[in-house]
């Protein structure tokens, strides 16, 4: 190729160089929340539901983009608490994550399908429980918690941007679908319950 051609071809080719490394990084454009509660980002458009684009509003979700080492970390080691209503310890550990800065998915045990599905998946009856990754941690001792969020590279100090929103709490079990029968016959086991504190669920400590 002459040099006449070579300047040419380059020409011609800079500005779709120039444009593919100036465009925003596509990594980590949509956020995935599966039915375990892992969070996951990835850059290719899912199929099906249960995906959030970043950037677009959703309730309960920030719209606030991570920065990108901070979304590489989450990707890496999610991190999901595990709590329940008249919790102290439950309420310490969820402010521990959010001293740190810590992206953090919580899941609440307070019905009988939520204490279900929490011994079904967890094999625990013990709560706080927090999961970093596939590492579990069975109640709140805050130097095991600091040991695995700095083992999973989570920063000591909160690298969260202005204006993020920690997504709200939501039930690990399903809602059950609302129903009329005749007399609204329920049984027991079936009826929603509210621990207190020093009267926590039958097989459960804190």
């Not at 890496?76 to 969820?94: F, N």
């Not at 959010?98 to 009988?112: A, C, I, L």
Request: with cysteine.
């Amino acid at each position: 190729m002459s040099a006449t051609n070579h300047r040419a071809f380059w020409r011609a080719c800079l500005p779709a160089l120039l444009s593919a490394l100036l465009a925003p990084a596509a990594w980590g454009a949509y956020k995935i929340v599966g039915p375990d509660g892992r969070v996951t980002y990835t850059d290719r458009p899912p199929v099906g539901e249960g995906a959030q684009a970043l950037g677009k509003s959703r309730a309960g979700v920030s719209t606030v983009a991570l920065p990108y080492e901070l979304q590489q970390v989450v990707n890496r080691h999610p991190v999901t608490l595990y709590t329940m209503r008249e919790c102290g310890a439950c309420a310490s550990g969820r402010q521990l994550l959010q001293s740190r800065g810590v992206p953090y998915t919580e899941k609440t045990v307070d019905t009988p399908e939520d204490v279900r599905a929490f011994n079904a998946q967890e094999n625990s009856t013990q709560l706080p429980l927090l999961k970093v990754g596939g590492k579990q941690i069975i109640g709140l001792q805050q130097s095991e918690w600091n040991a695995y969020l700095d083992a999973a590279g989570y920063p000591q100090q909160s690298k969260l941007p202005p204006g993020y929103t920690q997504p709200e709490a939501s039930p690990l079990a399903p809602p059950k679908p609302a129903s009329s029968p005749a007399g609204d016959r329920r049984n027991e086991s079936d009826r929603p319950f509210a621990p207190t504190i020093g009267n926590p669920p039958e097989g459960f400590r804190f």
